[in-house]
């Protein structure tokens, strides 16, 4: 089995940064990519951004291209998202995903393995 455990949520003003990291640890070998996704209450799990395992190629919803940044560290199995300029609506649960086959990176149901999330609130 594949553990993920996300880490650098919290509260912080408008306008202001948070980093997030996830670990993934377990049966670990080289998977197809990882993402990040948000949640809040009573909506749908919505894509933020991904990155194929070598993180050369990154994807971003187009809410917050230009503002956030995933980057992968293969050797220590890490994701993480480098959020900046975050505005209320970026409050949500972010989750972190594994995904092991191909896909759409934008799919949340082609993501194998899940962390618990991490909380980010953004103050007005």
């Known amino acids: 089995q594949v553990q993920l455990v996300e880490s650098g949520g919290g509260l912080v003003q408008a306008g202001g940064s948070l980093r997030l990291s996830c670990a993934a640890s377990?049966?670990?070998?080289?998977?197809?990519?990882m993402g990040w996704f948000r949640q809040t209450p009573g909506k749908e799990r919505e894509f933020v951004s991904a990155s194929n395992w070598s993180g050369g190629i990154t994807y971003y919803a187009d809410s917050v291209k230009g503002r956030f940044t995933i980057s992968i560290d293969n050797a220590k199995n890490t994701v993480n998202l480098q959020m900046n300029s975050l505005k209320p609506e970026d409050t949500a649960v972010y989750y972190c995903?594994?995904?092991?086959?191909?896909?759409?990176?934008?799919?949340?149901?082609?993501?194998?393995?899940w962390g618990r999330g991490t909380p980010v609130t953004v103050s007005s």
């Open positions: 995903a594994i995904k092991r086959y191909s896909g759409s990176y934008y799919d949340n149901g082609k993501y194998d393995y």
């Open positions: 377990g049966r670990t070998f080289s998977y197809f990519g």
